[in-house]
């Protein structure tokens, strides 16, 4: 996906390690979301960022932390990885909170055992 | 919890013919998004209704908004293999700076 990119793509990890997914875009733009995404419950959203350093919850964020240094990147850490965790997350960048769509990266596939 | 909820969760048809997704929702909203996903892949946006409109085009899609109803369709005409993916509606409730997305409907389209 143009602009958006996702690493790492494939992700294998044991429970209660520490986890980092990373989010890098080129197209400068303001807000950066991280959903996950399951069967049955759709993408739900577990952190974003308004800003470098601005960050705020989404509905799923616990055992999940963001960190937001710079414009282009978007980290989500799972502090401690649980199998309650291994899921798709998907990273998605918009200019606007209103009224334009969001560019999604191609998702990273995480599994916990 | 999901704002918006496609029905049906699953929809087969054959080629050529129409496919009509429907999405409900709870409060209101700035505007609802459609968005498709292919197998394995990120998700792609389609379409943008606000709430002040009540029917847009793009190609063959066609999204209609009843406010009234907190309901939306997609209709995709004249429908191809490559249509074959899940489609996704999202809303931007008013108030809130974030985007909440439905559980999808899963559309093959059989050639």
């Known amino acids: 996906d143009a602009g958006i990119t996702q690493s790492p793509r494939h992700k294998v990890t044991e429970t209660g390690t520490p986890v980092t997914l990373r989010c890098h875009q080129t197209?400068?733009?303001?807000?950066m979301y991280w959903y996950r995404q399951d069967p049955g419950h759709g993408l739900r959203l577990i952190h974003y960022?308004?800003?470098?350093?601005?960050?705020d919850k989404g509905e799923v964020s616990d055992g999940y932390s963001v960190s937001r240094s710079k414009t282009e990147d978007f980290l989500l850490t799972l502090e401690s990885a649980t199998s309650s965790q291994t899921s798709v997350y998907f990273c998605?960048?918009?200019?606007?909170?209103?009224?334009?769509?969001?560019?999604f990266g191609s998702g990273t596939r995480l599994t916990v055992v | 919890s999901q704002q918006g909820e496609e029905d049906p969760q699953a929809l087969s048809i054959q080629e050529g013919e129409n496919a009509t997704m429907n999405c409900s929702y709870k409060?209101?909203?700035?505007?609802l998004q459609w968005y498709r996903q292919n197998s394995g892949r990120g998700l792609v946006h389609l379409i943008l209704?606000?709430?002040?409109?009540r029917e847009k085009h793009s190609g063959r899609l066609r999204v209609t908004l009843d406010t009234s109803k907190k309901s939306s369709s997609l209709l995709i005409t004249a429908s191809r293999a490559a249509d074959t993916a899940s489609y996704f509606c999202?809303?931007?409730?008013?108030?809130?700076?974030?985007?909440?997305f439905g559980t999808g409907t899963k559309l093959q389209v059989i050639p």
């Open positions: 409060t209101s909203i700035n505007n």
């Open positions: 197209e400068n733009h303001r807000y």
């Open positions: 960022s308004y800003g470098v350093k601005d960050t």
């Open positions: 209704i606000r709430s002040n409109e």
């Open positions: 998605a960048i918009s200019e606007s909170t209103q009224g334009i769509g969001y560019t």
């Open positions: 999202a809303t931007d409730a008013r108030g809130y700076q974030k985007v909440t």
